[in-house]
C-alpha cells in the first residue's frame, strides 16, 4: 500500500495500491472505485489480466472508504473528491493518467476529467451515475436525514446486505466486506451530492468529454446505449455482468478497458 498525504483543511491520508508494471511506455491508469466500495477489493483481479498487466497502475480508495482517511469535517461533495483525487495523482508524481472510475467514482472521475484536461488524457467510466434517479443505493441514503442514517440506517443497511450474502447471494457478500469499511457519513454526505442538481450534469459533463470517454455497461444491467452514443460516446457492453462488472467478469472489464484506451 502506498500512502498518499496530502495538506489542508482536513489534511487526508489516501491509501494507495501502487503496481509500477514493467512498461515505461504506457499512460499510467488510476482506478476509482464506487460507493461503498474500495479500489482494493474491486480492481485487483482487473489489473492483473493480461491486457492490462504490467502498466502502470494505481488503485485509489476516495477519504471516507476503504483504507483512506474518514475526518468528519469533510464534505465528501463530489466536486472536492474530485479535487482531492486530482490532488492525490499530483502528488504521486503522475503528469497525465487514464482514468477509470466506476459508478459514483465514474462520477467522481468525470468531474475531474473536466476540470483537469490536462492531467487526464483518456475516461474510462463504468455505469457512472449521470441520472440520480436509476441509483438506487444513493436514493435509499439520502432518503434519510445525516443524523438517522449515521446512527440507525447505516447499521440496518448492513445487517440487510449480511442477510442477503448470508442467503448465498455472492455480490453481498463481496460488498458488504466493503461497506463495513466506509464511514457512514461519508456515505450519506457523497448520496447527497451525488443527487444533487448541478450544472452542467454528469451526462452533460460526459458528453463534453465524448472524443476521449469509454462508458462501459454490464449486460444484465439493461442500460440504452443510444442515447450515449449519439451524443459520439463509444458504449461497450459486458457479458455475463451487472453493475458490479470488475467482479462478476475482471476479464471482460481488463479487455473492455484496454480496449478503450488502446
Do not use: C, W
Not at 500500500?1 to 482536513?10: A, C, E, K, Q, T
Amino acid at each position: 500500500m502506498r500512502p498518499i498525504r496530502l495538506d489542508g483543511n482536513p489534511p487526508l491520508m489516501l491509501a494507495a495500491l501502487d503496481l509500477p508494471g514493467t512498461g515505461r511506455e504506457a499512460t499510467p491508469k488510476v482506478y476509482v472505485h464506487g460507493l461503498g466500495s474500495s479500489s482494493f477489493a474491486d480492481y485487483p483481479a482487473v489489473v492483473a489480466q493480461q491486457p492490462l498487466a504490467g502498466v502502470h497502475s494505481l488503485l485509489v480508495d476516495l477519504p471516507g472508504f476503504g483504507f483512506s482517511d474518514r475526518p468528519e469535517g469533510f464534505s465528501y461533495a463530489i466536486e472536492d473528491l474530485a479535487e482531492v483525487l486530482g490532488r492525490a495523482i499530483d502528488a504521486a508524481g503522475f503528469r497525465q493518467v487514464d482514468l477509470i472510475g466506476h459508478s459514483f467514482g465514474g462520477s467522481t472521475s468525470i468531474v475531474l476529467a473536466t476540470r483537469r484536461p490536462d492531467l487526464v488524457r483518456r475516461l474510462v467510466v463504468a455505469e457512472p451515475t449521470l441520472d440520480p434517479a436509476t441509483r438506487t443505493l444513493s436514493t435509499h441514503i439520502a432518503r434519510q436525514s445525516e443524523v438517522g442514517f449515521v446512527a440507525r440506517g447505516y447499521e440496518r443497511m448492513v445487517h440487510g446486505i449480511a442477510r442477503q450474502a448470508a442467503r448465498g447471494d455472492a455480490g453481498s457478500a463481496a460488498f458488504l466486506a466493503t461497506l463495513r469499511t466506509a464511514s457512514p457519513l461519508a456515505l450519506h454526505r457523497s448520496a447527497i451530492s451525488l443527487l444533487a442538481p448541478r450544472a452542467p450534469s454528469f451526462r452533460a459533463q460526459l458528453e463534453a468529454l465524448a472524443d476521449r470517454a469509454t462508458f462501459i455497461a454490464g449486460a444484465a444491467s439493461v442500460i440504452d446505449p443510444a442515447p450515449l452514443e449519439n451524443a459520439g460516446i463509444r458504449v461497450l457492453t459486458l457479458p455475463d455482468a451487472g453493475h458490479t462488472m470488475m467482479r462478476d467478469n475482471p476479464v471482460a472489464f481488463a479487455e473492455a478497458v484496454a480496449s478503450a484506451l488502446r
